[in-house]
């Protein structure tokens, strides 16, 4: 017990010191910092008092594994890491995959992990789970969901370059009361910030079978898991995980970039709002809503579901993750949507396009969202898109202050969005939450050492069912 105590209190004084200082070694970038470091806070900020005890990755392990009201195999996608003397650990090794992105996923973060430790040998002994599916699920309650949507948000009609200035400066507020979902498809009821009953049922509805986490001073937050994004209603924390290829990441987008400069000149675009995606799921997300507006209004919104559904940049490695996204550089103004759970990847790939990134309001985010800016790098429309046309009609009016943001957007995606940055990510996460164990980690005896070139990575192994201890 005296043993526990001591690791606890040891941890303690850890974490607070991390929260002040933070450690950052001589290879991180100083911009990159600023904006991890703000994202870290918040996302570590429930676990600062009380820490996590052993039982955390067990509890975290068995997110998703209910009997009755979902499929068991959803465990699967759960993955227990250990790093203990600086070598990474899976354990359990590779478990089957679900489909091609579990697989890319999984190959994704062991690249990451093995390019991490040679650029940082001395990494602190730490274990967690990352959770490799679309969803978060450790959700928090309704009353704890946290505000979301730009605060800043201004109908387009209503911007001049006075509110602009004043929103490159950090300085603006927002010039209508749009509440934490700025817009929702449940158009006649009112919405403030952290509640929209339409979110409320896919959340909470169908989320298979998450148990809720009411927090308060007598029941502590005792579970973390690592998932793509941080949303208002979890307490997941974003992790990378579907950097699809990451060993080719900064030469996919720098050749994204060339080629669509090279093709597609400002002044040669058409100044209509483009989107094209899957149709997976599209009775449960916005995109449809584009769909519809595009049969409305053809010559303002160009929406379509994919031609056809290509499969073969997950069945082989080194296919960009879009197939030919470059053709999307042929338009002016291009739409960022949510997929069927309230996020969607592509940013990262829109974001070097010179073009007008229109970008719904949604309520997740990944960990790098930070570095883009309503106003400065992007212009933000309602979540029910209602403001789509009227966004559409001022670009075309604004056509250089639309330019402006869109050379802001794409030279900070080039200056941050590269294989360094993530890895500093990556990094100043686990350092920080190895601080907030309140135990000593010791190697699991199923634990496998990572090798990102193991045979099981390269080709997808048939599922069984699959049933967590």
């Known amino acids: 017990a005296m043993r526990q105590s001591y690791w606890w209190v040891v941890a303690a004084l850890a974490t607070m010191a991390t929260m002040t200082t933070g450690d950052r070694p001589g290879w991180y970038d100083e911009e990159t910092f600023a904006v991890y470091d703000s994202f870290l806070r918040r996302k570590l900020e429930p676990y600062k008092e009380h820490g996590l005890g052993a039982d955390a990755v067990k509890l975290a392990m068995r997110l998703g594994a209910c009997k009755d009201t979902c499929d068991p195999n959803e465990a699967r996608w759960n993955t227990h890491f250990q790093i203990v003397n600086g070598t990474v650990y899976a354990v359990g090794g590779i478990q089957p995959f679900w489909n091609e992105h579990h697989r890319k996923r999984v190959k994704a973060v062991y690249t990451i992990f093995a390019e991490l430790v040679k650029l940082q040998p001395d990494l602190p002994d730490v274990e967690f789970v990352i959770n490799f599916h679309d969803y978060n699920k450790v959700l928090r309650s309704q009353e704890d969901t946290m505000s979301w949507g730009d605060s800043t948000y201004c109908p387009p009609f209503a911007l001049n370059e006075s509110f602009l200035e004043s929103a490159r400066s950090g300085a603006s507020r927002s010039c209508e009361a749009v509440g934490g979902s700025a817009g929702s498809f449940k158009e006649h009821e009112p919405q403030f910030h952290g509640h929209d009953w339409q979110l409320h049922y896919r959340i909470y509805g169908n989320h298979f079978g998450n148990p809720i986490i009411r927090v308060n001073e007598t029941n502590p937050l005792k579970i973390a898991i690592f998932s793509a994004t941080s949303c208002a209603f979890s307490y997941d924390i974003s992790f990378p995980t579907t950097f699809y290829d990451f060993d080719l990441l900064d030469q996919e987008y720098s050749e994204l970039f060339q080629t669509t400069e090279a093709l597609f000149p400002w002044d040669s675009k058409l100044d209509v709002a483009f989107f094209r995606g899957s149709c997976w799921f ?38 960009p993750q879009f197939g030919d996204i470059h053709e999307s550089a042929r338009y002016k103004y291009l739409l960022h949507l949510e997929g069927h759970d309230f996020w969607s990847m592509r940013i990262r790939s829109l974001a070097h396009i010179r073009s007008l990134l229109l970008m719904q309001q949604l309520p997740c985010e990944e960990f790098y969202y930070g570095f883009f800016k309503p106003y400065t790098h992007y212009l933000p429309i309602k979540r029910d898109l209602s403001d789509l046309f009227e966004a559409v009609l001022w670009a075309r009016q604004n056509d250089d202050v639309v330019l402006n943001i869109s050379d802001s957007l794409v030279n900070t995606a080039r200056r941050v969005l590269n294989k360094k940055s993530v890895l500093q990510y990556v990094h100043m996460a686990i350092v920080r939450y190895s601080k907030l164990l309140r135990y000593q980690v010791k190697l699991h005896p199923k634990a496998r050492p990572i090798d990102p070139q193991n045979r099981s990575l390269q080709q997808h192994l048939c599922a069984f069912q699959f049933r967590p201890s």
């Open 282 to 319: 599209y009775k449960s997300h916005g995109r449809t809503a584009a769909m519809t507006m595009s049969k409305v209004a053809k010559d303002l919104v160009d929406a379509e579901w994919y031609d056809e559904i290509r499969t073969d940049m997950l069945e082989k490695d080194g296919i």
